[in-house]
């Protein structure tokens, strides 16, 4: 049956006269989230108090909620756990591939990369110390950088300023064949394309919830480690719930079962709940339905803004296979111009130096919404309306 996306979309709360394009960056709220949330705080917190972790289940939501997760990017029952922010997941991952590769030195990214995973990757080689490095390259060089120096290969798929696709199942590929293990990193991937891990031969994978999976602001990260390598992969941040027993209360580390061993502290149960809930939303939904209308939306919205708007010029890959579910165009002023469509009710965001971004997002996002955006857009560039003291006053979040 083809994804009802009447449907879909009657499951958001949008703001009247809103056009949200900024779903890549944190999703909308379902309705059903705030239900959720609202009886987990009042039935289960105020009424089970710390009989909830038994009897309302929270102590199994990590591994739950991530097998749910796990559908959406093809990794199988029991390898995805939910928990921590994407950061500290990156670090956990990379920690994990490094210490299996003992012989290597080198943590292969690229410059594309999101800043915090590049961080995470240099503060773990800082503390490993021993002549860890972390090495980046251009996006395009990334393939032929891959070579029997490298220990892990921690690519993020979807370019989260351009919105370029990386090819996974190559470069893992190639990975493999040079013997170094992968880290993705999912956050502009999951929810927002078809994505199969296994098919792909990824080692680790990562990525958050706020954006694509619509949790809301904070909503944890996720984590998923092959099953060829769940029981070998030591987990760095090793937190009393990745432990075998953890109501043993031993005082020796042993690591849990599977990516069990992946958790690491009390989990976020009113964020889970309402990332729970959240899933809802994609019982019925098939991914392939909303890859094709992803497309559809985002050739729908550069043929328009390059028709109507001359000053912009196409950042992202033009041929769609190559782009994730955002396109992104260049301009000096971009901020400025960005600040004027979100006064005017039309929300993507802005990347530096010159990116202004928008995400397509087929379950509450149609063609009338694109047309009143690319109308929108032309009309703030023909009379100039971006150019406001007040249009580029940054914010503290851009
Ligand atoms: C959004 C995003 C993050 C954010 O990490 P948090 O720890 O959740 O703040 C990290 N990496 C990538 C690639 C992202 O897109």
Known sequence: MPTDFGA??????????????????????????????????????????????????????????????GRLIGAPAGTVVTGDTLSIKVYQALASAAALRPDRRVILSDTGNFPSDLYMADGLCRTLGDGWRLVTVAPEDVADAIDASVAVLMLTEVDYRTGRLHDMAALTARAHTAGALTVWDLAHSAGALPVDV????????????????????????????????????????????????????????????????????????????????????????????????????????????EAACPALTLASPRDPAARGSQVSFRHPEGYAIMQALIARGVIGDFRAPDILRFGFTPLYIGEAEVARAVAVLAEVMATGAWDRPDYRRRAKVT
């Open 198 to 305: 296994t098919a792909a031969g990824a080692d680790f994978a990562v990525g958050c919830t706020y954006k694509y999976l619509n949790s809301g602001p904070g909503g944890p990260a996720f984590i998923h480690v092959a099953p060829r390598l769940a029981e070998a992969a030591r987990p760095a941040l090793s937190g009393w719930l990745g432990h075998e027993a953890p109501f043993a209360f031993d005082l020796d580390y042993r690591p849990g079962r599977g990516i069990e061993r992946m958790r690491v502290g009390t989990p976020p149960i009113l964020q889970l709940a309402a990332l729970d809930a959240a899933m809802d939303v994609w019982e019925g939904v098939s991914m392939a339905d909303v890859r094709a209308r992803s497309i559809a939306l985002s050739q729908a919205f550069i043929a328009g803004v």
């Open 8 to 69: 879909t979309r009657a499951m958001f709360y949008i703001p009247e006269g809103v056009v949200y394009l900024d779903g890549n960056s944190l999703g909308p709220m379902p309705l059903a989230a705030a239900a959720r949330v609202a009886r987990t705080v009042t039935d289960e917190w105020g009424g089970l108090l710390i009989r909830g972790w038994n009897e309302a289940g929270w102590m199994d939501l990590p591994a739950r909620v991530g097998d749910r997760i």
